[in-house]
């Protein structure tokens, strides 16, 4: 079945220092990838998207590239600040599908 | 609201009881979905109603769990004997149709149910 495979954590990382959160997924067809990030007591926000290969999102100085590949969507931000501190979440819908599948979650906590 | 809405927040259960979670979506927002999220874990998907219809089921874990949407707008989640395996938070997200395609997914903060 379809599934994604992210980094364990937690990432803790010192401020403006580089993050890099791995994902990589398994899928059958041609699915569109995501990235959600939930902030302490808050939903889940949609932080940024791809819809096809080689295809980047990018949101509030994070940026991922859909690389078919090598089946990945790695999350990346050059400086990181402590209000970054969240539960990050890579997730894959299907081309004709409807619902999200996620992988684990990656808890990143960015210190002063 | 603007946002997606569940109540309650936080749900304790005596195991062996029935709950019923809500879910009020963003107004206008043909596509609703419930999945469950259990500790440490990413969100699994349960089910899928588009308007009144419930077109997707496949993820509901057994049949104590019931979902419903009547009018399209306003969805509850049912769980019948609850059992300790059923903590878990559960989110409820809708999102807009447009031209044939499902858009970005708009979730609410969630209902943690903690069966004792």
């Known amino acids: 079945g379809n599934s994604v495979t992210q980094m364990e954590g937690p990432v803790t990382l010192s401020e403006e220092a580089f993050l890099t959160i791995n994902c990589t997924y398994t899928a059958t067809g041609y699915p569109s990838l995501f990235w959600y990030v939930q902030y302490p007591g808050e939903g889940l926000q949609l932080l940024l998207k791809a819809t096809k290969a080689d295809d980047k999102g990018s949101n509030k100085g994070f940026e991922a590239t859909y690389r078919k590949e090598t089946t990945s969507f790695h999350l990346e931000k050059g400086s990181v600040q402590v209000s970054d501190s969240a539960v990050y979440f890579c997730?894959?819908?299907?081309?004709?599908?409807?619902?999200?599948?996620f992988g684990a979650g990656t808890i990143l906590r960015v210190k002063s | 609201g603007a946002g997606v809405s569940q109540s309650p927040r936080y749900k304790v259960a005596k195991r062996g009881q029935d709950v019923a979670l809500r879910c009020d979506p963003i107004?206008?927002?043909?596509?609703l979905f419930w999945y469950q999220q259990a500790l440490g874990q990413g969100p699994e998907f349960l089910t899928y109603f588009q308007n009144e219809a419930q077109l997707d089921k496949s993820g509901l874990p057994s049949d104590r769990f019931f979902a419903e949407r009547p009018e399209g707008s306003v969805s509850t989640l049912k769980i019948q004997r609850t059992q300790q395996e059923d903590s878990a938070v559960y989110l409820c997200a809708s999102s807009p149709y447009l031209l044939g395609v499902i858009a970005e997914a708009f979730f609410g903060q969630g209902t943690r149910l903690t069966v004792v």
């Open positions: 997730a894959l819908r299907m081309e004709y599908g409807n619902k999200l599948v």
């Open positions: 107004s206008g927002h043909v596509s």
